[in-house]
């Protein structure tokens, strides 16, 4: 049987690049996506390109009822239930505490924690139901364990995604099914260049291996975590930052 893989929010971004990695190590990947249908059409031919299957459908992550018809679409095409999910989907906010509108307090929280609780409970279900084990990795931040100003919504989204990952792991665990979570630092996307200019120079002056990273560092330890080279992995956050958020505050200078 061929290996199955959805990812979230996977027609833009580091999702993209997941699609394409998951690709071209044999999995049929199916994709959502949010109002970006060129993009994701252009995410399905590169992998036809290379000779793999995709598929990307609009959904909204934080409907049941959307993820189901997509759950359902999805498994129809594969012949299969997955054997993974990743919870990439998200979206942030740049406003003080003081500043947050509620809606976009809603529509962070909706799409970056509840997002991801739907997801993984509807491919869990269908993963118990299947008795087939399985994998799921969520996307979490630096901001996982350090408190980042002005992103006050995207900080708790992020902060509860892994404590998410630890219950879920427990729970899901007698059914084979493991869950872990990615930490990136920065990693420079087309949206962090255009956010920031000097994004790379910043960040990589700050971070212990001297640079910024990519969406393809980003790959090798989700496939590590989907495979069953991490077949006793679970409930674990991996960072993936250059050691940026390992080091200390540290007043003194050479």
Same mark, same amino acid.
């Given at each position: 049987?061929?290996?199955?893989?959805?990812?979230?929010?996977?027609?833009?971004?580091?999702?993209?690049?997941?699609?394409?990695?998951?690709?071209?190590?044999?999995?049929?990947?199916?994709?959502?996506?949010?109002?970006?249908?060129?993009?994701?059409?252009?995410?399905?031919?590169?992998?036809?390109?290379?000779?793999?299957?995709?598929?990307?459908?609009? #959904?909204?992550?934080?409907?049941?009822?959307?993820?189901?018809?997509?759950?359902?679409?999805?498994?129809? %095409?594969?012949? @299969?239930? =997955?054997?993974?999910?990743?919870?990439?989907?998200?979206?942030?906010? %740049?406003?003080?505490? &003081?500043?947050?509108?509620?809606?976009? !307090?809603?529509?962070?929280?909706?799409?970056?924690?509840?997002?991801?609780?739907?997801?993984?409970?509807?491919?869990?279900?269908?993963?118990?139901?299947?008795?087939?084990?399985? +994998?799921?990795?969520?996307?979490? +931040?630096? #901001?996982?364990?350090?408190?980042?100003?002005?992103? $006050?919504?995207?900080?708790?989204?992020?902060?509860?995604?892994? @404590?998410?990952?630890?219950?879920?792991? $427990?729970? &899901?665990?007698?059914?084979?099914?493991?869950?872990? #979570?990615?930490?990136?630092?920065?990693?420079?996307?087309?949206?962090?260049?255009?956010? +920031? =200019?000097?994004?790379?120079?910043?960040?990589?002056?700050?971070?212990?291996?001297?640079?910024?990273?990519?969406?393809?560092? &980003?790959?090798?330890?989700?496939?590590?975590?989907?495979?069953?080279?991490?077949?006793?992995?679970?409930?674990?956050?991996? !960072?993936?930052?250059?050691?940026?958020?390992? @080091?200390?505050? !540290?007043?003194?200078?050479?």
């Amino acid at each position: 049987m061929s290996k199955f893989a959805i990812i979230t929010g996977g027609s833009s971004g580091i999702g993209r690049h997941l699609v394409r990695a998951f690709s071209d190590k044999g999995y049929a990947v199916a994709f959502t996506h949010l109002g970006q249908t060129d993009a994701a059409n252009a995410v399905e031919a590169d992998v036809a390109a290379q000779g793999g299957r995709a598929i990307g459908r609009e #959904c909204e992550v934080a409907n049941s009822a959307a993820i189901e018809a997509f759950l359902d679409e999805a498994i129809a %095409w594969a012949g @299969q239930v =997955p054997d993974v999910l990743v919870n990439n989907a998200g979206i942030q906010t %740049w406003a003080s505490l &003081l500043d947050l509108p509620e809606e976009r !307090w809603d529509a962070v929280i909706n799409t970056n924690l509840k997002g991801t609780f739907l997801n993984t409970q509807l491919v869990a279900r269908r993963m118990v139901a299947a008795k087939t084990g399985g +994998s799921i990795i969520n996307l979490g +931040s630096g #901001c996982n364990k350090l408190a980042f100003p002005k992103l $006050v919504d995207y900080t708790a989204s992020k902060g509860g995604i892994e @404590q998410f990952t630890k219950v879920s792991a $427990v729970e &899901l665990g007698p059914y084979g099914i493991r869950v872990n #979570c990615i930490a990136p630092g920065a990693i420079e996307t087309a949206r962090t260049k255009a956010e +920031s =200019p000097d994004y790379a120079k910043t960040w990589g002056d700050v971070t212990p291996l001297r640079r910024v990273g990519t969406p393809e560092d &980003l790959a090798g330890p989700i496939l590590f975590l989907a495979g069953e080279q991490s077949a006793f992995v679970t409930g674990q956050t991996i !960072w993936v930052d250059g050691g940026v958020f390992t @080091q200390a505050f !540290w007043p003194y200078r050479e």
